[in-house]
T-cell receptor, first 111, second 113 residues
Framework: DQQVKQNSPSLSVQEGRISILNCDYT??????FLWYKKYPAEGPTFLIS?????DKNEDGRFTVFLNKSAKHLSLHIVPSQPGDSAVYFC??????????FGEGTQLTVNP | EAQVTQNPRYLITVTGKKLTVTCSQN?????MSWYRQDPGLGLRQIYY???????DKGDVPEGYKVSRKEKRNFPLILESPSPNQTSLYFC????????????FGQGTRLTVV
């Protein structure tokens, strides 16, 4: 039972354009959502998060949007840079620190 | 430097030979956990610990054991490894709380032949 799903295994965009990574969840109890970025041969690193009481959180080039009614969140990266090429994991949690992750999306930003 | 350290980074072993992957964090985090990453399945939690001597099963605990005798260490034990445990393993730690981000180790690539 995959409670957090990232339906796009890969995404390719041109440098300078917007990257939009999507994530859907099924458990309405989730109240905090996070995005992690992972480079090859490294562990995931925290990127940005959003609480379920908000619908948008912005940090520099990264913005996360949450649509609770649709149980959908998205990560926007603008402008995209080649160094953003990585696997992006969406994660969700409730009742403390137990995180549930999606399958990941490989983002490739072409120069 | 705040970090989560896993060892070894790479390990090839044979079926049935017990092994331990160590994990240590220097951030005084209460919460620690182990994940495995497999293609198309993302990161799945194996075991977690909310504090010393408190551990619980995650989503895929079969074939694994853990212990939490000290706050900083959380080893993952495979008593009798099998080829289906070939995977990329990550240890993570965080403070306990809904807004706490998890810090990950660099990963252990395990191959069981």
């Amino acid at each position: 039972d995959q409670q957090v799903k990232q339906n796009s295994p890969s995404l390719s965009v041109q440098e300078g354009r917007i990257s939009i990574l999507n994530c859907d969840y099924t458990n309405s109890m989730f109240d905090y959502f996070l995005w992690y970025k992972k480079y090859p041969a490294e562990g995931p690193t925290f990127l940005i998060s959003i609480s379920s009481i908000k619908d948008k959180n912005e940090d520099g080039r990264f913005t996360v949007f949450l649509n609770k009614s649709a149980k959908h969140l998205s990560l926007h990266i603008v402008p995209s840079q080649p160094g953003d090429s990585a696997v992006y994991f969406c994660a969700a949690r409730f009742s403390g620190s137990r995180l549930t992750f999606g399958e990941g999306t490989q983002l490739t930003v072409n120069p | 430097e705040a970090q989560v350290t896993q060892n070894p980074r790479y390990l090839i072993t044979v079926t049935g030979k017990k092994l331990t992957v160590t994990c240590s964090q220097n951030m005084n985090h209460e919460y620690m956990s182990w994940y495995r990453q497999d293609p198309g399945l993302g990161l799945r939690q194996i075991y977690y610990s909310m504090n010393v001597e408190v551990t619980d099963k995650g989503d895929v605990p079969e074939g694994y054991k853990v212990s939490r005798k000290e706050k900083r260490n959380f080893p993952l034990i495979l008593e009798s490894p099998s080829p289906n445990q070939t995977s990329l393993y990550f240890c993570a730690s965080s403070f306990y709380g809904e807004k706490s981000e998890a810090f990950f180790g660099q990963g252990t690539r395990l191959t069981v032949v």
